[in-house]
Each structure stands twice: as structure tokens, then as C-alpha cells.
């Protein structure tokens, strides 16, 4: 896997480094040998924001977590990106690799006229994908809903996680 590093106002050690490296190697026996890991850290009042992407194939697997330690922020973030994988690992045992599971885990009148103010913009490739695919992909974001192109109509498509916990799909006409 190939590890890229984005520091805001950050430093990191030597050791911690170390760190790190050794935590994500861990993750080599899921991946293939093209998958990309983006770590971001970044230093805001006070505490560190970790970040992991990891991109492999068509799948992206994120998680972060704040904390005043860069590698507690991490250890964190590295958990949430394991829990999620076990936790959806029979579904990815036919992306990943199959075995690496059995080592790795044992009112009108109210109306108020506001200003929308966008903060934050994004642009994604939108893939073709089956709901359940879908439904992953959300799961492993750790997002409430997820944008794709259904494979089965070619309608472009949402899928959303309900406060019942189960879930949604919005399809266009």
C-alpha cells in the first residue's frame, strides 16, 4: 500500500511515524498492493484531527477522531476503520482478501427567510454500483447517505441511513 502524508500545523516524530507505519502494515493483508492510504493530521485549539482514507479499487474506507495526541487521535481513527470492517466483513469477503479476516480477527407563520451559506464543496466520480454496494460504501464512509448509479436501471440514485437505523433509497425519474 502506498501511504501518503497531509500535515496542518503539525510536526511528526521520528516515532510516532514508526507508529503508524507499523499500524497500517497490519492493514496489507485486506488490500491489494494498489491500494492508497491518505493520513491528514491537523492541529485546531488545541487538539489533532486524524484522518485515514484508504482507497482501493472502487471502494473508500474513512474515519477520523480528535484527540490532544496525534497518535491517540490515530489509534482511534485506525479502530473505527477496523470495527467497520469486521463489522461489514462477510459482505467484503468477495472484495477483500478472503482469508486476511481469519488472522487479522480471531408551520406557515414560523417561516424565516435565511441565508444558506455552502462551507464546504466536494466533487466525486459517480460509480455504478448495486443498492447493497451502495449501502456498503455508506456504512464504510461512516455517512448518513450515499450518492452512485444504480447498475440495475442506470438511475442515479440515493441511498440514506433512517433514525430507525435502517435504511432508504431515493431513485430519480
Known sequence: MKTNYNLRKVTLKDSSKEHIEKK???????????????LKFILENESVT???TIKDKSMVYR???????????FDKAFDNIVR?????????????????????FGGEDNFVD???????SKKFYLQSMSVDEAILQMNLLDHQF?????????????????KDGKYGLIVTE
Open 24 to 38: 497500517i502494515a497490519k492493514l496489507d493483508k485486506f488490500f491489494s498492493e494498489d491500494a492508497e492510504v491518505t
Open 63 to 73: 474515519a477520523e477522531d480528535n484527540q490532544i495526541d496525534l497518535v491517540d487521535a
Open 84 to 104: 467497520r470492517i469486521r463489522k461489514q466483513k462477510t459482505k467484503l469477503k468477495s472484495r477483500l482478501r478472503s482469508t486476511s479476516f481469519d488472522e487479522f
Open 146 to 162: 450515499f450518492i452512485f448509479e444504480n447498475i440495475d436501471d442506470g438511475a442515479i440514485s440515493v441511498v440514506y441511513r433512517r
Open 114 to 120: 435565511e441565508d444558506f451559506e455552502v462551507i464546504r
Open 50 to 52: 486524524s484522518e485515514i
